[in-house]
């Protein structure tokens, strides 16, 4: 089992920055992949970044060059920054995991970027 909380979101203008972290916790010896999706309002979940134990990164086409995800594989964190914020990037933002190809989803925060 595992338990994801996410922290440092909340409300910023267009063009600034944030950069929500999550921590894992639970009985398990490492976890292979990390990361956040996000769900807008009225719109399906979708992935924003993944981040694997060996450091390959993916992002969505939204958030290259803007959002880069990170983690510490030791403190079993992962962190998103991300910069040049847009309002289109108002959504909850979800931390995930996958360990022994189970999926594990935190329970999620709000990202609001106001014009």
């Known amino acids: 089992q595992v338990q994801l909380v996410e922290s440092g979101v909340g409300l910023v203008q267009a063009g600034e920055s944030l950069r929500p972290s999550c921590a894992a916790s639970?009985?398990?010896?490492?976890?292979?992949?990390m990361g956040w999706y996000r769900q807008a309002p009225g719109k399906q979940r979708e992935l924003v970044a993944i981040?694997?134990?060996?450091?390959?990164?993916g992002y969505a086409d939204s958030v290259k060059g803007r959002f880069t995800i990170s983690r510490d594989n030791a403190k079993n964190t992962v962190a998103l920054e991300m910069n040049s914020l847009k309002p289109e990037d108002t959504a909850v933002y979800y931390c995930y995991a996958v360990l022994y190809a189970m999926n594990y989803w935190g329970k999620g925060t709000l990202v609001t970027v106001s014009s």
């Open positions: 981040l694997t134990s060996g450091g390959r990164a």
């Open positions: 639970g009985s398990f010896f490492s976890i292979n992949t």
